[in-house]
Each structure stands twice: as structure tokens, then as C-alpha cells.
């Protein structure tokens, strides 16, 4: 039994512009033809289309599909293995896709509750990208220091995020005059600075730990995104990034030696009237973000 282009294009729901298409590439030309010159297809035309939407189904081009049906037994073994795992590739994407905004969404109702006003009142220059917090989210959402710090961040009053942004602006002010005076990352009063901000992050958001807070530099050395969360790019010089990345490191090599071990475990001995020394020194961390 043979059938016209038109009936072909009814029952197999593909346009007749596209059988039209499929002929001129070679790809499924019609058995026969009517008096009239006109298109007939048969049934091993219809078995062969039937195998060209299964395979544009799949996602393969034409002319891979025209490598196949040349040869099938020599082609489609391989070239289904091959389109299964990408398929399951294109898979594994959309479904983190699905889950950045799941986080998204998350980050957006359990982000700092200020008012865009007040937001502005407390930040200045200071920006969230979301694309970003919604990455941290998904790459640390299974440290409980991170967890820690966004419980924290949403507890914080406007009043307590006034006094961390200012604590935060007047260390910074003393790294950029640190860096701008030449002061090496690894000397004294960089490594002073690092600690503050190591301290702040303890104070506001969560405990962290000499290598927690090398994995924080490491952020703001990679991503702008995460540096712009503690100087603003008005603010930002060639290379400041690096340089508190630095005088992390050095701080953290300082911190993680025997003899810095054996201060740190006295300092941390009930003073006369029973309470811990608190540690001193102040910087600044994102909003949250970055507390691993």
C-alpha cells in the first residue's frame, strides 16, 4: 500500500516541508511515485522513518542518522551507547539546574531580613550576587559550618548588621592601607589583619578554624564575586585579593605551629572571674556566604 506526502505527514505528525526536507538529504526517498510525479511512500519508507524520529528523538543529527541506517548493525550499537551517556550527562545538568533553583529560591526567603531601604542603610557599596550565594549554597551546604552561618546571619538584627558592616569597613580600611603601604602579606601587621578577620567571622557567623578560613581566601583569590563581599570594587586594587589570600596563609601557618598551639590553649583558660578571654581584633565576611 502506498501513501501520499500528505498522509504520511498526517499520521506520522511530522510537516510535509520536513518529508520534503528528508528527501533532498538522501535521507528517505520515497519508493515510488504516482503518475502525476507526485510522492508515494510504502511501508519500508514508513519502517525507515520510523527509525529517523526515533533517532531525532534521541537528539542525533542527520547525517549521524544517515551513518546508521547505511549500516545498522556496524553503527547503532555504538552510536546508542554513546547518545546514552550523553543523555544522562544533559540529565545530571538539568537536575542541578533544577536544584541551583531550589537553593535559589531558598536563599531568597532565608537571606538577611532587611527591607531594600534598609538594606542599602546598612551595605553602601556592599552587593549580593545572588548566582553567587546560590553557589555557596550548593557547594557547602553540607558543612555544618555553613550551615552555622546562615542560621546566624538571619538572627542578626539591623542594629547587629550596622555594627558588624562598621567593625567590617574599619578593617578594611586598614587592609588597604596595609597593602597600599607596601606591608609584605607574610609580615606582622598583614598577618594581624587576617586574624581579625578570622575573629569576625568567629564573632558574627560561625567558628572558624585556621583552614576554614583558607578555604574563605581561597574564594575571594578565585572569585570576584566572593572579594566584592568584602571590598567593593570601587575599593579594589590590582592584586589585594592575592595579598589577603596571602596573609591568610601566613596567618594560618602561624596559627597551626606547636608553639602557636601552646597560646592558643592558654588563652583559652577561664580568666579570674571564671569567663574565657575573648578574642580581640575585627574584619569583614560575606553576608553569610563564605562561613564554611
Given at each position: 500500500m502506498s501513501y501520499t506526502v500528505g498522509q504520511v505527514s498526517g499520521f506520522a505528525g511530522v510537516t510535509v516541508r520536513t518529508l520534503h526536507h528528508y528527501d533532498r538529504a538522501g535521507l528517505l526517498t520515497p519508493g515510488e511515485r504516482s503518475a502525476g510525479g507526485y510522492r508515494l511512500y510504502n511501508d519500508a519508507d514508513l519502517a525507515r522513518l520510523q527509525q529517523i524520529l526515533f533517532y531525532r528523538e534521541l537528539g542525533f543529527a542527520l547525517d549521524?542518522?544517515?551513518?546508521?541506517?547505511?549500516?545498522?548493525?556496524?553503527?547503532?550499537?555504538?552510536?546508542?551507547?554513546?547518545?546514552?551517556?550523553?543523555?544522562?550527562?544533559?540529565?545530571?545538568?538539568?537536575?542541578?539546574?533544577?536544584?541551583?533553583?531550589?537553593?535559589?529560591m531558598e536563599v531568597q526567603q532565608t537571606g538577611v531580613p532587611l527591607s531594600p531601604r534598609e538594606r542599602f542603610e546598612v551595605f553602601g557599596e556592599i552587593t549580593f550576587d545572588l548566582s553567587y550565594a546560590t553557589e555557596a549554597e550548593l557547594k557547602w551546604q553540607d558543612s555544618a559550618g555553613h550551615?552555622?552561618?546562615?542560621?546566624?546571619?538571619?538572627?542578626?538584627?539591623?542594629?547587629?548588621?550596622?555594627?558588624?558592616?562598621?567593625?567590617?569597613?574599619?578593617?578594611?580600611d586598614e587592609?588597604?592601607?596595609?597593602?597600599?603601604?607596601?606591608?609584605?602579606?607574610?609580615?606582622?601587621r598583614a598577618r594581624e589583619l587576617a586574624e581579625a578577620h578570622r575573629q569576625h567571622i568567629a564573632r558574627w557567623f560561625t567558628?572558624?578554624?585556621?583552614?576554614?578560613?583558607?578555604r574563605i581566601a581561597d574564594d575571594f583569590a578565585e572569585d570576584p564575586r566572593a572579594f566584592a563581599l568584602v571590598v567593593p570594587p570601587s575599593q579594589q586594587?590590582?592584586?589585594?585579593?592575592?595579598?589577603?589570600?596571602?596573609?591568610?596563609?601566613a596567618n594560618a601557618e602561624t596559627r597551626t605551629s606547636p608553639g602557636a598551639r601552646r597560646a592558643s590553649e592558654a588563652n583559652s583558660h577561664p580568666g579570674p572571674e571564671g569567663e574565657s578571654r575573648a578574642p580581640e581584633g575585627s574584619g569583614n565576611t560575606p553576608e553569610a556566604e563564605g562561613n564554611r
Open positions: 549521524e542518522i544517515a551513518e546508521i541506517l547505511a549500516d545498522p548493525q556496524a553503527n547503532a550499537l555504538d552510536q546508542l551507547k554513546a547518545r546514552r551517556r550523553t543523555l544522562r550527562e544533559q540529565i545530571g545538568k538539568l537536575e542541578r539546574l533544577v536544584e541551583v533553583a531550589e537553593r535559589a550551615r552555622a552561618a546562615m542560621k546566624s546571619a538571619a538572627t542578626h538584627s539591623k542594629e547587629d548588621w550596622a555594627r558588624l558592616m562598621g567593625e567590617a569597613a574599619r578593617w578594611r587592609l588597604l592601607a596595609a597593602h597600599d603601604a607596601g606591608e609584605p602579606a607574610e609580615g606582622e567558628p572558624c578554624p585556621p583552614e576554614m578560613h583558607l586594587r590590582p592584586g589585594l585579593a592575592a595579598y589577603l589570600r596571602a596573609a591568610v596563609q
